[in-house]
Nanobody, 118 residues
Framework: QVQLQESGPGLVNPSQTLSLTCTVSGGPITNNGYYWTWFRQPPGKGLEWIGYIAYSGSTRYSPSLESRTLISRDTSKNQFTLQLSSVTPEDTAVYYC??????????WGQGTQVTVSS
């Protein structure tokens, strides 16, 4: 059974960098065919796709966030990380990590609230 768990600070100051980690258990993130993805959901809004890091290590980001986003991984810890720079209160959201494979998002983390405020 694959499990994903987000972790990171719940409060970030404006203009700083938001950093979240997703720890994966139940299988290596290098398994062929899977894409390890970040989403967020601001209060009162829909789910927004941020980007992914693939099993190969390649990355792809949402065009609207690409200039501020970096997704990386630590295969020795079976983790992947989201960094979002120059945050503003508009980046306040619940952030989720998920696995995409075989044409669907099949496993999700429980989500973690991040508030951007001074």
């Amino acid at each position: 059974q694959v499990q994903l768990q987000e972790s990171g600070p719940g409060l970030v100051n404006p203009s700083q960098t938001l950093s979240l980690t997703c720890t994966v258990s139940g299988g290596p993130i290098t398994n062929n065919g899977y894409y390890w993805t970040w989403f967020r959901q601001p209060p009162g809004k829909g789910l927004e796709w941020i980007g992914y890091i693939a099993y190969s290590g390649s990355t792809r980001y949402s065009p609207s966030l690409e200039s501020r986003t970096l997704i990386s991984r630590d295969t020795s810890k079976n983790q992947f990380t989201l960094q979002l720079s120059s945050v503003t209160p508009e980046d306040t959201a619940v952030y989720y990590c998920a696995r995409y494979g075989r044409w669907k998002y099949d496993y999700w983390g429980q989500g973690t609230q991040v508030t951007v405020s001074s």
